[in-house]
């Protein structure tokens, strides 16, 4: 009595060239696999590395006896946030994860297409817009858990500018040192090293990795979504140029209510702000259409990776994502407190 067996590959001289290639197959995502997570490896040692160095200069403060300076001291503390925060936590921390991986780059570590100048003025417009967008939809998550669920979402604090200088200081350490050192640690080591694997996979791990550092969960989910933004406009764009000055102008829209509180008192700062925020989604609207027109927004892009979605998150994630991930949900959750 004879048997029959099915095979997968079907029969005669293409079966050992069918199973080359599935083996083949499998040993790339095996491969890819492994290089996603060595990645994440690196870029979780950065994580922590972030948050032991914050610690260890906010523990300096105490140990000097410089707390109290850090508290009414507004040039202090800018400064503080400069070279401590910005600088020490943030760049140094993910440029090292950067020249461990420097072989894995396939693309320039900081992207950097020369653009038009009206086209770097359109994106930085639209994406001011979608930060504008993020705004509103922060705010009415914040109302939300304050009214239905009887929490307050707590976010940090800065010390007023007291000085023409001091203001100028806000300025820097706020919006434009934190543009440049986040923009390179996120967009430039970070988006540029994940890129290969996917442009879609590498903008929301990134983001969700930029939100998570912010500390609290205001801050996460606006973060996390300016960061899709900014993703976004990167590798569409492969210019780091529109997401420095986008980050900047949005970060300085907070400095200059700050500075417009001390000199115009706050109801007439709330006003100009306001017009603000309206000359913003006026052009972000026009140069959503501009750059639609010109079939810009929406580009497609074919990526080499053979792993699913789910692979790549599941690979990026576990295992060593998950203690650096759980040490900032856990800081973050601390911002959370009954009304």
Not at 5 to 24: C, D, I, K
Request: charged share 10%.
């Amino acid at each position: 009595m004879s048997q029959y067996y099915y095979n997968p590959f079907g029969s005669g001289s293409g079966v050992n060239e069918a199973m080359h290639r599935e083996l083949q197959k499998q040993q790339m995502i095996k491969n890819e696999k492994h290089e996603i997570r060595m990645i994440s490896l690196t870029m979780g040692c950065a994580i922590v590395a972030y948050i032991i160095i914050q610690a260890v200069v906010s523990g300096a403060l105490l140990t000097f006896d410089l707390y109290d300076l850090y508290l009414n001291n507004a040039l202090f503390q800018y400064s503080f946030s400069i070279i401590g925060v910005s600088f020490a936590a943030v760049a140094v921390p993910f440029g090292v994860m950067a020249l461990i991986n420097k072989k894995k780059y396939t693309s320039p570590l900081i992207p950097n297409k020369v653009l038009k100048p009206q086209k770097v003025l359109a994106w930085i417009c639209f994406g001011m817009l979608c930060c504008c967008i993020s705004q509103v939809v922060v705010s009415f998550i914040v109302t939300f858990f304050q009214t239905f669920l009887g929490l307050e979402l707590q976010s940090s604090e800065v010390t007023e500018p007291d000085s023409v200088f001091s203001s100028v200081m806000c300025l820097i350490s706020l919006a434009i040192i934190p543009a440049l050192c986040e923009e390179f640690a996120m967009r430039c080591c970070s988006l540029q090293l994940l890129k290969k694997y996917g442009k879609g996979f590498s903008v929301v791990a990134v983001s969700i990795v930029f939100g998570l550092l912010h500390g609290n969960v205001v801050q996460f989910i606006f973060a996390f979504s300016v960061g899709l933004i900014l993703g976004y406009i990167t590798v569409t764009t492969d210019s780091i140029v529109p997401a420095v000055f986008i980050h900047a102008l949005n970060n300085s829209m907070s400095v200059v209510q700050l500075i417009l509180n001390k000199y115009i008192g706050e109801d007439a700062s709330s006003n100009t702000i306001t017009a603000i925020y309206i000359v913003w989604i006026a052009a972000g609207i026009i140069s959503a259409v501009y750059l639609a027109l010109k079939k810009e927004l929406i580009k497609k892009s074919k990526s080499r990776s053979v792993l699913t979605t789910g692979q790549k998150f599941t690979a990026f994630l576990f295992p060593w994502m998950i203690v650096p991930f759980l040490i900032l949900i856990g800081l973050t959750a601390t911002t959370v407190a009954k009304v």
